[in-house]
C-alpha cells in the first residue's frame, strides 16, 4: 500500500505545528506535503516584483530575508511535531515563481538569490527529500517552447549543485497558461521533452538532482491523457499534486468531486490515473494538493474531511498491486 499524503496549509499553524501533525496521523496520513510556498506566496511575488519600490528586508513579506539559521530556529517546532507524530515531510513547494516577467530586476535577484537556495536548506532541515518548482511561464513572451526551457535550465542549473549537496531532487511541475481567457499549456506539458530533459540534467550533475511533480489538476485543464503522460515519465515521476476540477478552473478539490453529466461521469479520469500508477509501479507517495477544500467546511468537520481525502488515496493506490 502506498503512503499518503496531503498539504500542510490549513492543518499545520505556526504557533502549535504539533496538534497539525498529530491530526494528520489521526486521519490516516503518514506523509506531508511542506507548505513553504505559503511564507511567500505568489501574489505577493507578482505584486512586489511590479511594484516600484523594493525593500525585501524590511516589507511585512520578508520571511526569507532571515539567515539559514534563524529560518531552522523557525521551523524547529514544525521538525519535532512530524516526528513525534510520525509524520515524514516527503515534499515541499518552493514559492513560485522564482522569476517576474519584466519584474523588478532587484526582486528577481532576490527571488534567484535569496529565496530559491534558502528553500532548499529548509528543505534540508526538515529531512525532506523532494522540492517542486515552477519552469518559467516565457514561451509566448520569447516565442518558443525552447527558449522558455532554457530559461528555467539556467535557474535549474544555478541551484542544482545545492540541491546535490543536500540530497534533494527538485521536480518540475506541468503547468497551464491563460491566454485570452482560455487555459492552454503551460511548461512541462510535454512528457517526452520533460523525460529526456531530465536524464540529461541527471547525467550532467551525476545524480538525482531532477525529477517530476505530475499535477492532476493541471493536466485535466489542458486535456492531457494522464496514462500516457505518467508512463512515458515512468520512474522521473518522484511525486504528484493530486486534486480535482471541473476542467474550467484550478479549483483544487477533492478527486471525484467533479462530474461531466448528471449520470456522474468523473471529470477527472481517475481510472487512467490509476493505470498510470501501475504501469511505472509507483512505490513513493501519493499526496494531495487539497487545501482549499479544508477552508470550505466547518473547523468540526476537518479531521472527516481529511480521512476521506486519505481514503480516496487508498483507494487509488490500491492500483498498484
Known amino acids: ?54 525593500a525585501p528586508a524590511g ?8 539567515s539559514v539559521p534563524e529560518l531552522e530556529r523557525f ?8 516526528r513525534a507524530a510520525g509524520i515524514m515531510i516527503h515534499q515541499m513547494h518552493m514559492p513560485y515563481p522564482v522569476y517576474v516577467p519584466r519584474g523588478d530586476a532587484k526582486w528577481n535577484a532576490y527571488l534567484w538569490n535569496e529565496v530559491a537556495p534558502k528553500s532548499l536548506h529548509v528543505c534540508h532541515f526538515l529531512e525532506c527529500p523532494y522540492i517542486v518548482i515552477h519552469g518559467f511561464k516565457l514561451a509566448r513572451r520569447l516565442g ?93 515521476l518522484k511525486v504528484f499534486h493530486v486534486h480535482d476540477n471541473d476542467g474550467i478552473g484550478d479549483l483544487h478539490q477533492i478527486p471525484f468531486t467533479f462530474t461531466r453529466t448528471r449520470e456522474n461521469m468523473p471529470s477527472t479520469d481517475w481510472e487512467g490515473f490509476r493505470r498510470g500508477l501501475a504501469n511505472i509501479k509507483f512505490d513513493k507517495v501519493l499526496s494531495f494538493e487539497t487545501a482549499p477544500v479544508l477552508a470550505a467546511f466547518p473547523d ?22
Open 1 to 54: 500500500m502506498l503512503d499518503i499524503g496531503v498539504q500542510t496549509k490549513n492543518v499545520i499553524y505556526d504557533d502549535c505545528p504539533e496538534e497539525g501533525f498529530a491530526l494528520l496521523a489521526s486521519a490516516g496520513f503518514s506523509c506531508a506535503d511542506f507548505s513553504l510556498n505559503s511564507y511567500l506566496n505568489n501574489t505577493t511575488i507578482y505584486n512586489q516584483g511590479r511594484s516600484l519600490t523594493y
Open 59 to 66: 516589507h511585512e513579506h520578508a520571511f526569507f530575508s532571515q
Open 75 to 82: 521551523f524547529a517546532p514544525h521538525k519535532r511535531g512530524a
Open 144 to 236: 518558443a517552447e525552447e527558449a522558455e526551457w532554457e530559461r528555467t535550465q539556467t535557474f535549474i542549473d544555478a541551484i542544482a549543485p545545492l540541491a546535490k549537496e543536500l540530497g534533494i531532487t527538485i521536480c518540475m511541475e506541468n503547468l497551464y497558461e491563460s491566454v485570452g481567457g482560455r487555459l492552454v499549456e503551460g511548461p512541462c506539458c510535454d512528457a517526452k521533452k520533460a523525460a529526456e530533459r531530465i536524464d540529461r540534467v541527471n547525467e550532467k550533475y551525476h545524480a538525482q538532482v531532477l525529477g517530476f511533480c505530475f499535477d492532476t489538476g493541471h493536466a485535466n485543464l489542458v486535456g492531457i491523457d494522464f496514462e500516457k503522460f505518467m508512463t512515458t515519465l515512468d520512474y522521473r
Open 300 to 321: 468540526e468537520m476537518k479531521e472527516d474531511v481529511l480521512r476521506f481525502i486519505a481514503r480516496i488515496g487508498r483507494y487509488l493506490g490500491e492500483a498498484v498491486q
